[in-house]
Structures are given as structure tokens and as C-alpha cells.
């Protein structure tokens, strides 16, 4: 390891990196075919963690690529399957094969596979899900999951949800109970601290490390990254052979997305290239491997929106430690940070913390009580028939997320670290079957709200924090009256409306 990188290095170790026992909060994608052992295995040294891309792969291949990874770093490492495209006698095996050789990790994507999750859980694995929605992030969660990645539509590869990073992310950071990680187009350092900045606890790259000599990607598509742009990606279903109906990927525009080779939709294969003997058809998910041999531009060419800041192809350590470097510089600027690490006057955050105790408790608490709120809204805006009631249901969850993202900043802000728990409010309202006496006592629970930020606002002197929570304040007036209106009922005395701060939904 560089010295000069190494020293540089002073990113948050997050909750996240202490589960799955890696230095720095920094992921490498499972990507299929292209994260095998050597790419897994040099991120993990450099202080990342690595998922070996198995997603379809035969046991004998998973096997070995454990083991090579083994002889190559004794840090932990994870494995990536993804269960929608798995055969499913293929998936048990593979499964029991993870659990047999003692795998630490295992990352899954696309349909939340409750078996797959429990049993990987009973086998003591940890399990990290790949999410592209708030209410996958739930049934994940609730299934079992104890990881979360919010993958952004910028991603490469396949993508799940369709909405921005950041937006998503806001999302899901609402309704989470668990250490998220982000994902789509993060390819430098700055991405790095900008996610952990938004409330993140890692960052997954995996176009940066495709682009690297230690993945297994062929050279003609690393070429191909080194020289795109961001507008060069196009979001596409045209290559689908193997993988569910409409499921999109994120590519290089090539012969296959401008049109070229025919209607992806006809039914007759075309071999347009082979591994080892297995062809590899136009149209199908597969991506140029070292192990290909064909028409390398007719493939799926993944790549990230993120690709425009990759210039070079690099051993993966010396990036892994690069983007830690620049991150951690990005990091202090944005923490506000302008002196040595090692002078005492650091010991300031520390006074500021403190001094700032009482405050950050209490907006830790609606915090807690604003993600139960957004989980309740996310929930009943599914459960409700009618249009209307859907509509104000989903519009009272657009802003439940919004004040959990404004009370996450403002507890930073103050040096503090944000709560990931949720308030039992949760589970008290959902154990209402009738969606009008859900909602109901939501907005028993919004009354106390109003309640609490009344008390707090003479506490806080941060004028822009203040400003934050008048907001929230009036939002949730408001929204206590329409939900009331809509019920037919009065606004609930702020006095008389259930408590939030009791027992807590882990």
C-alpha cells in the first residue's frame, strides 16, 4: 500500500464497514463474470470489500473462485447471486455450497427471495440486498436482509429502479432500519464523500473497478470505458437473453442499441461469440470476458454514468486506495474539517457534540418517529382503493421522507450521528387492519410531533436548522388537516396523542 495514500485516509469506519469487516466504506460490485477472485481479492486488500459476481455459475467455478480468493487475502469477502435468474435446483445448490464453505457474506438482487434469505441468515451468513425502491428496501428488510444497497438508475449493468441516487437514497435512508450503502455512477472520490455526506455507509463501485487490470472483463470493453462519456450509456432491455422480461441495463450505445442487429423480441438465437464452449447469443446478458472469444462490440457493454471520470486502466488496489485518499480529502471539506488530524484542536467536534447533546437527542427522537411515519405511509398508500385517499396518503409520505432527510442533515451538522432505529409507532399502526383507523392514529402520532418540534424550536440556535424544523412544522400542520378533513375527524389535541419514544422497532 502507498504510504502517502494510506495516511491520507481518514474516512468514517461506519457501522456497515464493522459488519462486514472491512477498513473503509467502500464496496466492489458483484458483477457477473467480471468480480472473480484476483479483482475480489485486491479490493479487499486495499481495505474495500469485495463480492464475487457468481450470479448463474456452475458450483465447481464458485468453488474455486472461494478459494483462489482465500489464497490470495484472508479478509473477509462475499459472494453475489441473484436468485430471478437462477435455476432454482442451480440456486439450492449454490446456496448450501456458500454455506458449506463458510462464505461470510452474501449479496442478492432483484426479487426479495425469502427462503434464500433465511436460510443463508440460519447458516449464520450475513445478508446485503440490492434494492432500487423504498418499498423493496421494506420487504427486504422485513425478509430478513441486514444490509441494504440503494442502486440508482446512473448504475451500470442491470437496474432495478429508476430513480436518481440521491432521490432514492433520501428514500430509503427514511425507511431503513439497517446500514444502506449507495450505488449508480460513483466513480471517484468525491462520489464517495458525497454519499456518505447524504447519510450513506459505504459506496459500491463497480464500473471503476471494471476498468482496472485486475478485473476479468475483456480489454476491448475496458478499452471501451476508458474512452466513453456519460452520454455514451443508454438505459436499454435489449439484451435480455437469460434474465426476467423488462429488466433494463445500463450499457454503452453499440450496434445492438442503435438498431442495428435486427428486433431483440425475435425468437430465432444468433451465436455471436463463445466461452469455453458455451455459445453467447446477440441479445443475451452477457458482457466481453477475458474467457470470450467473438463480436466483443455486439455484447453488453455495462458501463455506469459515471464512466466519463474513468481515463485509465489501473491495478484495482491503487484505485481502491486513490478514491479512499481523495474521499477522505472531500470528507474533511465537507465535515468542515481545516486542521491536522492529530492537533488537539480537533477535540473541538468533540465540546460541540456534547454541548449540543440535549438537541441532537431530541431530533434523534422525531427522527425515529418520522421514519416510522414515512414506513406507514409507504404501506397504506398500497393498501388504499381509492385514487384520492392514495394520492394525500403518498403526498404525506413525500414529506415524511423529506423531514427525515432535513433532520439527518441537521443532526450532522451538530457533529452528531443520525439514528438508523425506528420509532414502534410503526408497528403499533400497522396492526390497524382498517386503513381509516390507520390513519387515524398517523395522525394522532403527527399531533405529537407538532407537540415535540413546538418544544424544541427555543432550543435551537442554528438559524438554518430552525428554519428547517419551522417548515416541518407547518407541513405537518397542514397535513394534519387535510388527513383529519378527509376522515371527517378534529385535529387531535397535542397532549393526547400516543407516544413515539417508548419501545423501539429495530
Given at each position: ?8 485516509s481518514s474516512l468514517p469506519r461506519t ?262 464452449g458455451r455459445p453467447i447469443y446477440l ?224
Open positions: 500500500m502507498h504510504s502517502s495514500y494510506s495516511e491520507a457501522a456497515l464497514c464493522d459488519l462486514l469487516g472491512c477498513r473503509h466504506p467502500l464496496l466492489l460490485a458483484g458483477m457477473g463474470g467480471v468480480s472473480r477472485s484476483e479483482l475480489v481479492a485486491a479490493v479487499t486488500e486495499a481495505g474495500g470489500f469485495g463480492f464475487l459476481g457468481m450470479v448463474r455459475e456452475p458450483l465447481a467455478l464458485i468453488r474455486t473462485e472461494v478459494e483462489r480468493v482465500r489464497q490470495r487475502t484472508d479478509r473477509p469477502f462475499g459472494v453475489n447471486l441473484i436468485p430471478a435468474t437462477t435455476d432454482p435446483q442451480l440456486l439450492r445448490e449454490q446456496v448450501e455450497l456458500c454455506i458449506a464453505l463458510r462464505v461470510p457474506v452474501v449479496s442478492l438482487f432483484w426479487d426479495v427471495h425469502h427462503a434464500v434469505i433465511a436460510r443463508l441468515r440460519e447458516a449464520g451468513i450475513v445478508v446485503v440486498h440490492q434494492v432500487g425502491s423504498a418499498t423493496e428496501a421494506l420487504l427486504a428488510q422485513e425478509a430478513g436482509a441486514q444490509a441494504l444497497i440503494a442502486q440508482g438508475v446512473e448504475a451500470g449493468g442491470h437496474v432495478r429502479g429508476r430513480l436518481p441516487l440521491m432521490e432514492l437514497l433520501t428514500q430509503v435512508l427514511s425507511v431503513a432500519s439497517v446500514p444502506v450503502a449507495a450505488a449508480g455512477g460513483l466513480a471517484d472520490g468525491r462520489d464517495v464523500a458525497r454519499v456518505l455526506a447524504q447519510g450513506a455507509q459505504a459506496a459500491v463501485l463497480g464500473t471503476a473497478l471494471m476498468a482496472t487490470i485486475d478485473s476479468f472483463a475483456h480489454d476491448y470493453h475496458k478499452q471501451r470505458l476508458v474512452q466513453a462519456h456519460a452520454g455514451d450509456t443508454v438505459l436499454t432491455e435489449d439484451f435480455h437473453i437469460n434474465w426476467p422480461l423488462h429488466a433494463a441495463v445500463r450499457v454503452l450505445a453499440n450496434s445492438v442499441t442503435c438498431c442495428e442487429r435486427g428486433d431483440p423480441s425475435m425468437a430465432e438465437r444468433t451465436v455471436i461469440g463463445e466461452e469455453e441479445f443475451s446478458t452477457d458482457s466481453p470476458l477475458r474467457s470470450m472469444t467473438g463480436n466483443y462490440e455486439a455484447m453488453a457493454l455495462y458501463a455506469g454514468k459515471g464512466v466519463d471520470r474513468i481515463t485509465s486502466i489501473e491495478p484495482a488496489g491503487e484505485r481502491v486506495q486513490r478514491i479512499v485518499a481523495e474521499a477522505a480529502q472531500h470528507w474533511r471539506l465537507l465535515e468542515g474539517e481545516t486542521v491536522d488530524v492529530a492537533s488537539p484542536v480537533c477535540y473541538a467536534a468533540d465540546v460541540e457534540r456534547e454541548r449540543h447533546a440535549p438537541v441532537i437527542a431530541r431530533l434523534d427522537e422525531l427522527l425515529e418517529a418520522e421514519r416510522a411515519g414515512a414506513r406507514v405511509t409507504l404501506r397504506s398508500a398500497a393498501h388504499a382503493q381509492d385514487g384520492d385517499m392514495r394520492a394525500l396518503i403518498e403526498a404525506v409520505h413525500r414529506d415524511e421522507v423529506k423531514w427525515c432527510a432535513m433532520l439527518m442533515r441537521a443532526i450532522r451538522s451538530l457533529q452528531g450521528t443520525p439514528s438508523s432505529r425506528t420509532g414502534a409507532f410503526y408497528a403499533k399502526a400497522m396492526a390497524f387492519e382498517k386503513l381509516d383507523e390507520r390513519l387515524a392514529f398517523l395522525n394522532r402520532g403527527q399531533g405529537w410531533v407538532v407537540k415535540k418540534l413546538r418544544e424544541l424550536l427555543p432550543m435551537v440556535d442554528d438559524a438554518s436548522i430552525r428554519q428547517g424544523l419551522t417548515e416541518m412544522l407547518q407541513a405537518h400542520e397542514v397535513n394534519l388537516d387535510k388527513v383529519n378533513s378527509r376522515l371527517g375527524l378534529a385535529r387531535p389535541r397535542a397532549d393526547a396523542v400516543p407516544s413515539q419514544a417508548g419501545a423501539r422497532l429495530e
